[in-house]
């Protein structure tokens, strides 16, 4: 039998925050403490500036993460952080993937998997991203592009306790555009098939969140699609109240 997966509720700040943000975070963790985010589990991911800082203060209910790291463990590599830096510092996941680095960054689906496979060694949890452009959409290649993205970026041995995939289209990230409730089924259920595939029950355990314009009034309708196990959130993570109102839905 395989376990229920337990949602999880993530937040991205991407580039945003300074210390003064830690009201907010100090918000958050109180209020998901008392059960704010019910059944869930809420992750926080701040700038690196803020990791060590916010995994210092008292917030048993939520993790804090990281939103990008190195592949290697140290090393002559100026401006970069490893995944073992990021678990001294107090993080327990790191994002990998996003759509924004694989632009700013010209990171290949070869760099993430890398990437992924640091956080793993580094004992934490990798949560790989992958998603179409609007191109790519309006050609019809989401599942192909998308499925291509899963199987370049994840690495072999992949476990529940280890990965979490994030599907986020890149056309619905920062632009309040969000895709149908039927095409975020189409694409988790696409992404849930490839996962058993290749990791068996690992597979169905690994937790497939949606990202991309997830906002305190859509997110019930989008965590209700099958085969979605929470959220990434950008923009209404910044806010304690919305980002505690898109947790809510799991209460
Ligand atoms: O990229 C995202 C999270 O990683 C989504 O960002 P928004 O929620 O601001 O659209």
Redesign the pocket.
């Known amino acids: 039998m395989v376990a229920p997966r337990r949602p999880l509720v993530?937040?991205?700040w991407?580039m945003n925050g300074f210390r003064a943000s830690i009201a907010e975070f100090r918000s958050v963790a109180a209020a998901v403490a008392g059960g704010a985010a019910g059944r869930a589990e809420v992750l926080v991911?701040p700038p690196f500036t803020l990791v060590a800082e916010f995994a210092a203060e008292p917030r048993e209910a939520v993790e804090v993460g990281a939103?990008d790291c190195h592949a290697k463990p140290s090393g002559a590599h100026t401006g970069d952080i490893s995944a073992e830096m990021l678990k001294d510092a107090g993080a327990g996941a790191v994002?990998v993937g996003?759509?924004?680095r694989r632009a700013d960054h010209g990171e290949s689906d070869a760099v993430v998997h890398a990437k992924a496979a640091a956080v793993r060694r580094a004992g934490l949890v990798a949560i790989v991203?992958v998603g179409e452009t609007r191109a790519e959409r309006e050609a019809g290649h989401t599942l192909e592009v998308v499925r291509r993205q899963l199987d370049g970026s994840v690495p072999e041995g992949a476990t529940a306790a280890d990965t979490v995939i994030?599907y986020?289209p890149v056309w619905?990230?920062?632009?309040?555009l969000t895709p149908t409730t039927a095409d975020v089924a189409e694409v988790h259920a696409m992404i849930r098939d490839r996962l058993v595939e290749r990791f068996g029950a690992e597979g169905q355990g690994i937790r497939i969140l949606y990202?991309?314009?997830?906002?305190p009034d859509n997110a019930a309708e989008l965590m209700a699609v099958a085969n979605v196990d929470g959220?990434?959130?950008?923009?209404?993570?910044l806010k304690a109240a919305d980002f505690l109102a898109i947790a809510g839905v799991y209460r």
Request: neutral net charge; hydrophobic residues 35%.
């Open positions: 993530a937040g991205n991407k991911c939103q994002i996003h759509s924004e991203c994030a986020e619905a990230i920062g632009t309040g990202g991309g314009s997830v906002k959220a990434l959130v950008g923009g209404a993570s």
